[in-house]
């Protein structure tokens, strides 16, 4: 749905759904009311006296908002965020350009993560290939296809884990529309986003596409394989991806020779880890506090 | 970057507002967008005026507010005006950048009848 892409609203299809006609915000479906951040926005308006606002208008007034242009899908994505967080899911936004070896790193990270509970959300376009592909490593995916659409949203990406039915402890990777301009904005409920950058693209891509590699805490540098035989700086690509974000985690890896994926599976296992201990953490905390109410209960009133 | 995106956005909350506040046509919609937000300012207006066609919001005025975009340079320990997300620091031209405001994209008020 950009400018600069050409994209526009509609066309939006979650394997196993009806496609949504027209705007995919306008219909009702029953968790977006349930949401506890959508709150009913009786913060935002004062009651503001009517007044003239320019001279020989009358009847107008003021009507104070004060509300995030994101607000509503920022609102979609703490469900999601919450949802995962109970079930104990670490939850990863990967993002890239096209052709970047998402798919490839995803489906050799699913095979050496054996034993680990996977699964993927796909977004493209179109077709489910992608959705294939991961499916034939044995790990449940959906695809999501935005038809017009640059990129997932939070809404369509609650659908989907509807649809997939997580594992608790699971693993969920989200591999975004290849794209490193929209995306950035769009918050789904992701612990973190992880952009991905390969050695055949230019060094100068995180200054060329800031938002994104700001917006990301993670920067895989893929398909390193192919370094000697290549003219890149990966010096010069860290050091640009750092200027944008002093923070940013670099991993260099290749999904085909298995360079550097013992860091990234570390990565992941670290992250499910901590995600599976504040569930057993929340769920302790819980399970004090009901005792601590039912021995109020059984008290006798005084 | 997507700002048929964000007009719909915006589109939204003014339906909502038009609901709970009953009002039944909007004359002008103040935005606040931050110099660092990544939103071109003119595609939003032209967004707007499309997506708002044939709703409350028709042929309403769009003020757009443009923040102005600051860092925290960690180098020299404080705040610094940014006019890029990688921009460097004005006084010491160091990257150590961590941008603190600036990113806003806000309906911030609307005049309504």
């Known amino acids: 749905m ?104 995803l489906c050799k990270t699913i095979t050496l993560l054996a034993g680990q509970a996977v699964a993927v959300i796909e977004g493209d376009q179109q077709t489910s290939q992608d959705a294939e592909r991961i499916r034939a490593t044995g790990a449940p995916a959906i695809q999501i296809n935005t038809g017009k659409g640059c990129h997932l949203d939070a809404h369509m990406v609650g659908h989907a884990m509807e649809k997939l039915h997580l594992q608790d402890g699971s693993l969920l990777m989200i591999e975004n529309v290849g794209n490193l301009v929209c995306p950035a904005a769009f918050d789904l409920g992701e612990a973190h986003k992880v952009v991905i950058l390969s050695v055949t693209e230019g060094e100068d891509k995180p200054i060329k596409y800031p938002d994104m590699f700001r917006a990301a805490s993670v920067m895989l540098l893929n398909k390193v394989d192919l370094l000697p035989h290549l003219n890149y700086d990966v010096s010069a690509a860290i050091g640009f991806a750092r200027r944008v974000n002093p923070n940013i985690r670099v991993i260099q890896l290749s999904a085909t020779s298995g360079e550097g994926m013992q860091e990234w599976l570390e990565f992941l296992r670290e992250g499910v880890r901590k995600a599976v201990s504040l569930r057993r953490e929340t769920v302790a905390s819980l399970q004090a506090r009901i005792a601590q109410l039912e021995a109020q209960l059984q008290r006798p009133m005084a | 970057m997507h700002e048929m995106s964000l007009a719909e956005g915006v589109l939204q909350l003014l339906e909502d507002a038009a609901r709970q506040q009953k009002f039944e046509k909007v004359i002008t919609v103040w935005l606040e967008i931050g110099q660092l937000s990544g939103v071109e300012v003119e595609a939003m207006a032209f967004c707007f005026d499309a997506v708002t066609r044939d709703s409350v919001a028709q042929g309403a005025r769009l003020e757009i507010v443009v923040l102005p975009g600051v860092g925290w340079c960690m180098e020299c320990s404080q705040s610094v005006p940014m006019s890029e997300v990688f921009g460097e620091c004005p006084h010491c031209g160091g990257f150590q950048m961590q941008v603190t405001g600036g990113t806003e994209m806000r309906v911030k008020e609307l005049e309504v009848a």
Not at chain 1, 50 to 64: C, D, F, I, K, L
Not at chain 1, 83 to 99: A, C
């Open chain 1, 2 to 105: 950009c400018t600069t892409c050409g994209c526009g609203p509609g066309d939006v299809t979650v394997e196993g759904e009806h496609p949504h006609h027209g705007h995919q915000h306008d219909h009702g479906h029953g968790h977006v009311h349930e949401h506890a951040h959508e709150h009913g926005h009786g913060h935002q308006h004062s009651a503001a006296p009517e007044h003239s606002h320019a001279p020989g208008v009358s009847n107008t007034r003021m009507v104070q908002i004060e509300q995030d242009i994101l607000s509503k899908n920022n609102a979609y994505a703490a469900h999601n965020r919450q949802v995962l967080s109970e079930q104990g899911i670490f939850t990863l936004n990967l993002v890239s350009s096209p052709g970047s070896g998402k798919t490839t790193l």
